[in-house]
């Protein structure tokens, strides 16, 4: 099993910049794939970021790209979303999410195993 912990996240005004941290713990992720969904009220899931371990590969989605920064320690098995230059619609909740990685499917939801439980981010207007 694999457990995903996050954490930062919060209420920031528009052009903030926000910092969400996540902690993966159970299993090797030298395979693996880590990144961040949201999902605000009354909205579907929406794909973020994901970076293989690696680092080599890394996908943003376009709302975000430019904005978004995401790293990852591998000796912590930790990832980091740097949130910059924040508007009203970045506000949602942030899932942090593990998987194997897929060229094809990274931006759905069902091809990450792993979720964690989730934490706020508001961006005030």
């Known amino acids: 099993q694999v457990q995903l912990v996050e954490s930062g996240g919060g209420l920031v005004q528009a052009g903030g910049s926000l910092r969400l941290s996540c902690a993966a713990s159970?299993?090797?992720?030298?395979?693996?794939?880590m990144g961040w969904f949201r999902q605000a009220p009354g909205k579907e899931r929406e794909f973020v970021v994901v970076t293989t371990w690696s680092g080599l590969i890394t996908y943003y989605a376009d709302s975000v790209k430019g904005r978004f920064t995401i790293s990852r320690d591998a000796a912590k098995n930790t990832v980091t979303l740097q949130m910059s230059s924040l508007k009203p619609d970045d506000t949602a909740v942030y899932f942090c999410?593990?998987?194997?990685?897929?060229?094809?499917?990274?931006?759905?939801?069902?091809?990450?195993?792993?979720w964690g439980q989730g934490t706020q981010v508001t961006v005030s207007s």
């Open positions: 999410v593990a998987g194997r990685y897929d060229s094809k499917s990274y931006s759905s939801s069902a091809s990450y195993s792993y």
């Open positions: 159970g299993r090797t992720f030298s395979n693996n794939a």
